[in-house]
């Protein structure tokens, strides 16, 4: 019989090699085909519920790492809910309408203006579902647990139907509103656009200087005199109705070699040097507030443009008067109509000037800048023109410039009920907590949102025309819309004439409205997803109305937390989420932004072909998602190289508890030895400290507590001694059932609490904890106890924690030295103080064991400290080359090797192990290495 035989070595069919990419998707299958999701709804019926709504991402294209960052974040949260107490169903969502997809069919050569409306919608949703198949497999590969087979999709005729009954609930309240006002418009697109759908870029455009001829200066501004205004958009100048000052400023009057000018004296220094004004005259001063009403002379046209007071004029550029073109910017718009001054839009639909702009007419407006410089030239009127570079708003699709641009459009009124929008940002929780603050000033200072688009693909706006172009918005069309759109699809709008779409009663012969037509515009698509909380939380039985969570990214506070806060507040009075977490974006190694032209682009598919799924979620797990997050391939090797570490400490812990049976060998709290109820102690730290990190969705607090647990207690402490006792003692030893004890609830109390980020490993290790339930997620989640004594253990084991480092450092020093090679080579002898004296005599452990070492001494306090011995701040510790023998079994160095003549390669101890356990071994005698 050979010495190895006589050992418990560790052995366990759980592989070392995770093989991560080709077994995580056997586990996915077993998933599905048990229906595991389904069970553990079923399993957390009736428990309070936890609602996380998936803000639904747009169904074009396979996933990015914003994504991945993004669904799994989400799984972490709804797996460790489902396993923690509630009832958290997952419903994935989809957002399938838009520019986006009428793009990518464009690109394949289809073109709607030539195609009849409903092919084109059905190509649209076509190829919307087709992306959402290709996204669903992306997302699940991820290992995303959830309702796949029934999502929500803002195509569908049901969601369709309760985003027009939200519609309705806001024009009943008298929310909606048809208006000639300037908005974002994309000549790109030929559309408008809501502020979500804007990113603003560094473009340079031509500043210049403008002078006004004075026409009334209400006797005050002499009448040769000229105001001067300054712009960024010498396009807008034919549509100039007015210039608008401060009414708390200063402004003076200024002559100018053989001219006078106005501007506000505080920019008349900068002004002045800014246009090479010489030997500058004030010729008289007067405040804002008198210059109301004066009137200038259009430079180009000659007509009349009304002075007019606004608080939003500022010093910060410019010359203190703003050109005021109500047709073509918000605040101009606002203050003219304070001031009745006509709304003229110079621009059409394709970005080219129109009749409004004689003399430009037909000009792309970039061009109808330099005609415009020119002909203000002419007029001698042009003072300066000053290249600038500035930020500029653009269409986040086409990535062109937008303009401002008066348009009949319909419009959803904030301002009618901002103030309880802002009341119920009052009782949401954010994480992180700047979101209140960011969403807020957000709503406190938006405009009326723009509803309406001129496109093709979209839920229809559901109004109707009276023969003499009244809008109708009535309970009883828009509820029978409505009932249309959930029997037939939002395509019977386009499909029908408009009085085969109204109930009865409102197309007979009695009815006063004449012949009906209806709205072509459809909704814009942050309303379809806006209505999200009335379409999917108020209407799926299994979830419910507000959500406890909306997760997404940090643009959503002007996208869909935006967009959802108004819809919900206006049509039920209360925000539809109690919480938000935000995310930064995804970034390149370098901070820039993920781009193909770049070849920056890291795709989830990539790593899960390296490395597997579970690294990226273990990836998510580690870092600070609140701001924006680097990512590189890099970043997934290091992850990779922590997974294993966290894989190969639970494998060891598998392999040395392969004989243990829980219900026969487990040892009670109370009768294990005080190292090992110091090791449980420290789990139910890690649990306490663990589970509030789950609750506060730091994930990265969880990854930190439980490495460091795996590596510090357990890999460089607990389980590097335990080799001593696992595999040397006899197999039913109550010393070994013990550390098995520890070792098999660590196991199982980890793999339940790491399984809501590393699903497919905990998965994988559960058939060896031989539990219940037949899957790891249909388990609960451990719960934190508070042990008996468990702060003196923690006092007392922490202090001998500190004094074992230092006896590492002895060793190592001894090592450097060629004293030893191996610690179990050495023999250590403590100088205690008397405060190290008590705990190492009153800790009842065998310290050369936790040591690591073949002996070890503990002198009497005062006794002298040799020369050799490293000093500490609680005594001194010497190391020596132990005496003896190497005993085969245990590796220990030994006097007593041999000392048992049947077994001369072994100590005394391994020598009565294997009399008291191996006969065999005794009778024909033990097989030397030697």
């Given at each position: 019989?050979?010495?190895?035989?006589?050992?418990?070595?560790?052995?366990?069919?759980?592989?070392?090699?995770?093989?991560?990419?080709?077994?995580?998707?056997?586990?996915?299958?077993?998933?599905?085909?048990?229906?595991?999701?389904?069970?553990?709804?079923?399993?957390?019926?009736?428990?309070?519920?936890?609602?996380?709504?998936?803000?639904?991402?747009?169904?074009?294209?396979?996933?990015?790492?914003?994504?991945?960052?993004?669904?799994?974040?989400k799984d972490i949260i709804v797996?460790?809910?489902?396993?923690?107490?509630?009832?958290?169903?997952?419903?994935?969502?989809?957002?399938?309408?838009?520019?986006?997809?009428?793009?990518?069919?464009?690109?394949?050569?289809?073109?709607?203006?030539?195609?009849?409306?409903?092919?084109?919608?059905?190509?649209?949703?076509?190829?919307?579902?087709?992306?959402?198949?290709?996204?669903?497999?992306?997302?699940?590969?991820?290992?995303?647990?959830?309702?796949?087979?029934?999502?929500?999709?803002?195509?569908?005729?049901?969601?369709?139907?309760?985003?027009?009954?939200?519609?309705?609930?806001?024009?009943?309240?008298?929310?909606?509103?048809?208006?000639?006002?300037?908005?974002?418009?994309?000549?790109?697109?030929?559309?408008?656009?809501?502020?979500?759908?804007?990113?603003?870029?560094?473009?340079v455009s031509p500043s210049i200087y403008v002078a006004f001829p004075v026409k009334d200066g209400k006797g005050i501004v002499d009448p040769d005199a000229e105001f001067v205004i300054w712009t960024t958009t010498p396009w807008t100048i034919p549509a100039n109705q007015g210039i608008a000052v401060n009414p708390k400023f200063n402004y003076a009057e200024v002559q100018v070699g053989d001219r006078k000018f106005v501007v506000a004296e505080d920019m008349l220094t900068q002004v002045s040097e800014e246009l090479g004004w010489q030997d500058t005259k004030v010729l008289k001063t007067f405040t804002g507030k008198d210059m109301e009403r004066m009137v200038a002379a259009h430079p180009l046209y000659g007509r009349d443009s009304l002075v007019i007071n606004a608080n939003y004029v500022t010093l910060d550029s410019g010359t203190g008067l703003v050109h005021?073109?109500?047709?073509?910017?918000?605040?101009?718009?606002?203050?003219?109509?304070?001031?009745?001054?006509?709304?003229?839009?110079?621009?059409?639909?394709?970005?080219?000037?129109?009749?409004?702009?004689?003399?430009?007419?037909?000009?792309?407006?970039?061009?109808?800048?330099?005609?415009?410089?020119?002909?203000?030239?002419?007029?001698?009127?042009?003072?300066?023109?000053?290249?600038?570079?500035?930020?500029?708003?653009?269409?986040?699709?086409?990535?062109?410039?937008?303009?401002?641009?008066?348009?009949?459009?319909?419009?959803?009124?904030?301002?009618?009920?901002?103030?309880?929008?802002?009341?119920?940002?009052?009782?949401?929780?954010?994480?992180?907590?700047?979101?209140?603050?960011?969403l807020y000033n957000m709503i406190k200072d938006r405009g009326d949102w723009v509803i309406s688009r001129q496109r093709a693909w979209g839920v229809p706006l559901p109004i109707f025309y009276a023969e003499d172009k009244t809008p109708i918005l009535e309970k009883a069309t828009i509820d029978h819309v409505a009932d249309l759109f959930e029997q037939y699809g939002s395509n019977v709008w386009f499909e029908r004439d408009a009085k085969d779409l109204l109930p009865d009663g409102y197309t007979n012969e009695h009815s006063p409205?004449?012949?009906?037509?209806?709205?072509?515009?459809?909704?814009?698509?942050?309303?379809?997803?806006?209505?999200?909380?009335?379409?999917?939380?108020?209407?799926?039985?299994?979830?419910?109305?507000?959500?406890?969570?909306?997760?997404?990214?940090?643009?959503?506070?002007?996208?869909?937390?935006?967009?959802?806060?108004?819809?919900?507040?206006?049509?039920?009075?209360?925000?539809?989420?109690?919480?938000?977490?935000?995310?930064?974006?995804?970034?390149?190694?370098?901070?820039?932004?993920?781009?193909?032209?770049?070849?920056?682009?890291?795709?989830?598919?990539?790593?899960?072909?390296?490395?597997?799924?579970?690294?990226?979620?273990?990836?998510?797990?580690?870092?600070?998602?609140?701001?924006?997050?680097?990512?590189?391939?890099?970043?997934?090797?290091?992850?990779?190289?922590?997974?294993r570490k966290i894989r190969n400490t639970m494998r060891f812990m598998l392999a040395n508890t392969t004989d243990f049976d829980v219900k026969k060998d487990a040892v009670a709290y109370d009768d294990l030895g005080s190292v090992d109820q110091y090791m449980l102690v420290r789990l139910n730290d890690v649990l306490k400290q663990s589970l509030a990190a789950y609750e506060a969705y730091d994930f990265a607090t969880v990854d930190k507590t439980v490495t460091s647990f795996l590596v510090n207690d357990l890999s460089a402490f607990y389980l590097d001694f335990s080799k001593d006792v696992l595999y040397i003692e006899a197999e039913d030893d109550i010393k070994r059932r013990r550390m098995q004890t520890v070792m098999f609830e660590i196991l199982l109390d980890l793999t339940k609490l790491l399984l809501p980020i590393l699903p497919h490993t905990a998965e994988e290790i559960w058939p060896y904890l031989h539990q219940e339930e037949q899957f790891a997620y249909l388990a609960e989640m451990p719960k934190a106890q508070e042990l008996a004594g468990a702060d003196k253990l923690r006092a007392e084991w922490g202090k001998f924690m500190d004094f074992r480092s230092e006896v590492q450092k002895a060793l190592e020093e001894a090592r450097d030295a060629k004293v030893i090679g191996k610690s179990m080579e050495a023999t250590v002898t403590v100088y205690p103080t008397a405060e190290l004296a008590d705990l190492l005599n009153g800790l009842n452990a065998n310290i050369m064991q936790l040591l690591i070492t073949s002996g070890y001494k503990l002198a009497e306090v005062g006794a002298a400290v040799p020369e050799g011995a490293v000093t500490f701040a609680d005594g001194a510790v010497l190391v020596e080359h132990a005496a003896g023998d190497v005993c085969e079994r245990c590796r220990m160095t030994t006097t007593d090797v041999g000392s048992d003549a049947k077994f001369p390669m072994l100590c005394a101890r391994c020598a009565k192990i294997v009399r008291a356990n191996f006969p065999e071994a005794v009778d024909a005698g033990l097989e030397s290495k030697k």
């Open positions: 019989m050979k010495v190895k035989e006589t050992l418990n070595l560790a052995k366990t069919d759980f592989p070392m090699r995770a093989g991560l990419p080709t077994r995580e998707p056997k586990w996915q299958k077993a998933w599905d085909e048990n229906h595991v999701y389904q069970q553990r709804q079923k399993l957390n019926e009736g428990k309070p519920s936890f609602i996380l709504h998936d803000g639904p991402p747009f169904a074009n294209g396979n996933i990015h790492m914003g994504h991945a960052l993004n669904k799994i974040s797996r460790y809910k489902s396993m923690n107490g509630f009832y958290s169903p997952y419903v994935p969502g989809w957002d399938t309408h838009g520019l986006p997809i009428e793009q990518q069919l464009a690109k394949k050569g289809v073109h709607r203006k030539e195609m009849d409306m409903v092919e084109y919608r059905k190509m649209c949703r076509d190829f919307a579902l087709k992306e959402i198949d290709k996204q669903r497999i992306d997302f699940k590969r991820l290992g995303v647990a959830g309702d796949w087979d029934h999502p929500y999709i803002t195509l569908q005729k049901e969601y369709e139907a309760d985003e027009i009954r939200t519609f309705g609930k806001m024009a009943e309240k008298g929310y909606i509103y048809h208006g000639l006002k300037p908005v974002y418009w994309s000549w790109s697109s030929e559309s408008t656009l809501a502020e979500a759908e804007v990113e603003y870029k560094d473009v005021t073109a109500p047709g073509h910017g918000e605040d101009d718009y606002n203050a003219g109509v304070k001031y009745g001054l006509p709304v003229v839009s110079v621009l059409d639909e394709h970005g080219i000037m129109n009749d409004n702009a004689p003399g430009f007419e037909g000009q792309f407006y970039e061009k109808a800048n330099n005609t415009v410089m020119d002909a203000l030239k002419e007029k001698n009127a042009l003072l300066k023109l000053v290249p600038l570079t500035h930020s500029y708003p653009h269409d986040w699709r086409t990535k062109k410039p937008v303009v401002f641009r008066a348009t009949t459009q319909w419009f959803a009124s904030v301002d009618a009920f901002r103030q309880q929008i802002l009341d119920q940002i009052e009782k949401v929780n954010f994480k992180p907590s700047w979101g209140k603050t960011r409205h004449g012949e009906f037509t209806k709205e072509t515009d459809i909704m814009d698509v942050w309303f379809d997803s806006g209505s999200s909380h009335q379409a999917v939380l108020a209407a799926r039985p299994e979830l419910s109305f507000p959500a406890d969570l909306y997760l997404e990214g940090s643009d959503q506070y002007r996208g869909w937390f935006n967009s959802s806060l108004i819809t919900s507040v206006a049509a039920t009075g209360q925000a539809p989420y109690r919480g938000i977490l935000s995310q930064g974006f995804t970034l390149d190694s370098k901070g820039q932004k993920m781009s193909k032209s770049l070849g920056n682009v890291i795709v989830p598919d990539t790593v899960e072909k390296q490395f597997g799924a579970e690294i990226i979620r273990l990836w998510v797990a580690t870092v600070d998602s609140s701001s924006d997050v680097r990512v590189s391939m890099d970043n997934f090797k290091q992850t990779s190289d922590a997974y």
